[in-house]
């Protein structure tokens, strides 16, 4: 007796999602006037794969680090020196 865990049907909902990712980033790209192939679907399947992995880090823009009037050097060196 075999066992069918349904493993093929979250590898084909998987490919559905990469489609869409896939189509959406094509959309994107011709709204910025980019080339279509900027963004391969191969990129689109390898990005979808590894998304769960991915983790938001918020910061201050590079622009932002050197504007004398939001240095956060004083916060910063507080917790450098813990």
Same mark, same amino acid.
Request: hydrophobic residues 40%; charged residues 25%; aromatic residues 8%.
């Given at each position: 007796m075999v066992i069918s865990l349904g493993l093929s049907s979250y590898h084909e909902q998987a490919a559905r999602d990469a489609e869409l990712v896939y189509r959406y980033a094509q959309v994107l790209l011709r709204q910025l006037n980019q080339s279509s192939d900027v963004i391969s679907e191969s990129d689109i399947r390898q990005f979808c794969k590894h998304a769960s992995?991915?983790?938001? #880090?918020?910061? %201050? %823009? #590079?622009a932002e680090e050197y504007e004398a009037r939001v %240095?956060?050097?004083p916060l910063i060196g507080k917790f450098l020196f813990k």
């Amino acid at each position: 007796m075999v066992i069918s865990l349904g493993l093929s049907s979250y590898h084909e909902q998987a490919a559905r999602d990469a489609e869409l990712v896939y189509r959406y980033a094509q959309v994107l790209l011709r709204q910025l006037n980019q080339s279509s192939d900027v963004i391969s679907e191969s990129d689109i399947r390898q990005f979808c794969k590894h998304a769960s992995e991915l983790h938001v #880090i918020r910061g %201050s %823009s #590079i622009a932002e680090e050197y504007e004398a009037r939001v %240095s956060n050097a004083p916060l910063i060196g507080k917790f450098l020196f813990k």
